[in-house]
């Protein structure tokens, strides 16, 4: 087996074992979520429509740089134009996740006028790439969804552009996308943020009923 092809195998393996976790967090309820990972040339993704709890390193799709199928059956969700902009724009990035959390879901709603959700003060921030100390502010822009994806991609491009050091991007009332330099660190990424969206709105949730502030 030639070295890409290993790499290959190791990628889906390594993404239908991390789809599997997150369907087993309920963070892909029904056919929803995509992921996808990079190796050479060619990228894996989730077809659409596919139940992430029952995913297969054979359910993979493999495409190339455009995104035309080149292995596999089914065809790629629609979405797959934005892993493609987040791997041109985040050359670095080699795995692509997108999950349907309950809490992202609140907190990318909560968050849509201000255009970002801020994460400050965290010792879990350390668990993101590149960031060695809890006084750090995370930035994860939040993008108004729309089923036009040529208006999407622009608006993602932009906020790839205007914030290089975010780890994710939101997408109002719909989900999060984080990514990595493996498909571990992709997993790392969003284990971390998931975790940030249920602590901060839970603090907001205890604000607005007049709990009090346990947080400084």
């Not at 790499?7 to 992921?35: I, K």
Request: with cysteine.
């Amino acid at each position: 087996m030639a070295p890409e092809e290993r790499s290959l195998q190791s990628e889906a393996e390594s993404l239908c074992a991390t789809a599997l976790w997150c369907y087993a967090r309920g963070w892909v309820p029904a056919t929803s979520g995509n992921f996808s990972a990079r190796a050479g040339e060619r990228i894996l993704i989730t077809p659409s429509g596919l139940d992430k709890g029952t995913l297969q390193p054979a359910d993979l799709l493999e495409v190339d740089d455009e995104g035309s199928v080149v292995a596999g059956s089914g065809r790629p969700s629609a979405e797959i134009a934005l892993h493609l902009l987040l791997y041109r724009a985040r050359p670095q990035a080699d795995a692509i996740l997108h999950v349907h959390s309950v809490w992202n879901t609140l907190i990318s709603r909560y968050y849509a006028a201000q255009g970002h959700v801020p994460l400050e003060g965290y010792e879990i921030l350390k668990g993101l790439s590149g960031v060695t100390t809890h006084a750090y502010l995370e930035r994860v822009p939040v993008l108004e969804n729309t089923q036009d994806y040529a208006i999407l991609s622009a608006q993602l491009a932009d906020a790839l552009a205007q914030n290089p050091a975010a780890h994710g991007v939101l997408l109002s009332r719909h989900g999060l996308y984080t990514w990595g330099q493996s498909v571990a660190e992709a997993r790392r990424h969003l284990e971390a943020l998931e975790f940030l969206f249920e602590v901060e709105m839970r603090r907001l949730f205890s604000q607005e009923a007049n709990m009090p502030d346990f947080l400084p």
